[in-house]
């Protein structure tokens, strides 16, 4: 399988990049001249098509699953855009089948205190280079379920086209692993973002990190919930097992019953390489 590596250098608040290389997951055009289109990228990337030209090739062209090389402005706007051949995707995320997989029947452990899910949190991986939040939040999943026999799961926030649009938002999802955790006689969640915090989080608290409104987030339980309503809420939360790498795979769990109920060696080799630089 032909691995693309995404080149870019970014921080989630502070966009440095000139030039980026990813696939078009969906367009929100706007025709009014004076108003950008949202183009949604298989990174989790916005950028802003305001140019006119650029709006009539995005439309005109057909970008499914082709690599497309962007230049930017500090403004993240498209100033060019390169077409690379129709048969170059960035990832080949649909070479899976429903009959590879078993039933979803995936039950997360239980950590016995508040001690556990910090010590576990502790352990992760940290010098990440920059890289896609899914890679580092799969390695983190991955090492624990090796290295502890942790099932972890996986929480996703996706930020709304009326959220994108009114705080000129970079990114349209972050994901992270969570853990279930045995606090004061009842299973708690805890979000575990070494990227973002210092140990495990509340769910609400996590979200706050990104909401500069303090939106509360709605929880959905299909992937459709959020995409077909982007402007009903700032956000949305869904959760998962820690094997859905990608929000591609929670759609195709909707469209096409495609369940997650196992590692795919291609995916944690990758991740391993992208986000730490390490070959498996």
């Given amino acids: 399988m032909n691995i693309v590596l995404i080149i870019m250098f970014f921080s989630f608040l502070d966009v440095r990049a000139d030039e980026l290389v990813s696939r078009i997951i ?25 140019d006119s030209k650029i709006k009539k090739l995005l439309a005109g062209a057909n970008v499914a699953n082709r690599r497309i090389k962007f230049k930017i402005d500090n403004q993240r706007k498209i100033k060019n855009v390169v077409f690379f051949s129709k048969n170059e995707v960035e990832k080949n995320v649909f070479n899976s089948s429903p009959e590879n997989f078993s039933p979803e029947t995936f039950i997360p452990s239980f950590l016995k205190n508040m001690d556990q899910a910090r010590l576990l949190f502790s352990q992760a991986k940290v010098n990440y280079k920059e890289s896609q939040c899914y890679d580092k939040a799969h390695v983190w999943a991955y090492d624990w379920r090796i290295q502890s026999n942790v099932y972890s799961s996986k929480i996703w926030i996706f930020f709304t086209r009326k959220y994108i649009r009114e705080f000129d938002h970079g990114w349209w999802f972050h994901v992270a692993p ?23 989080l509340k769910i609400n608290s996590w979200s706050d990190i990104f909401m500069k409104n303090k939106s509360k987030c709605p929880v959905v339980i299909k992937y459709d919930d959020h995409a077909n309503y982007p402007e009903s809420a700032y956000c949305f939360l869904m959760k998962s097992s820690m094997y859905y790498y990608q929000p591609i ?8 019953g495609i369940i997650r109920n196992k590692w795919i060696e291609s995916e944690v080799r990758y991740a391993f390489e992208d986000a730490f630089n390490v070959k498996i």
């Fill in 26 to 50: 969906h367009i929100d055009f706007n025709d009014d001249k004076d108003k950008s289109s949202l183009v949604y990228l298989a990174s989790g990337r916005i950028v802003k098509a305001s």
């Fill in 178 to 200: 969570m853990v279930h955790v045995v606090h004061e006689g009842a299973v708690k969640e805890r979000v575990m973002d070494p990227k973002y915090a210092k140990g495990p």
């Fill in 249 to 256: 795979d929670l759609e195709l769990k909707d469209l096409k």
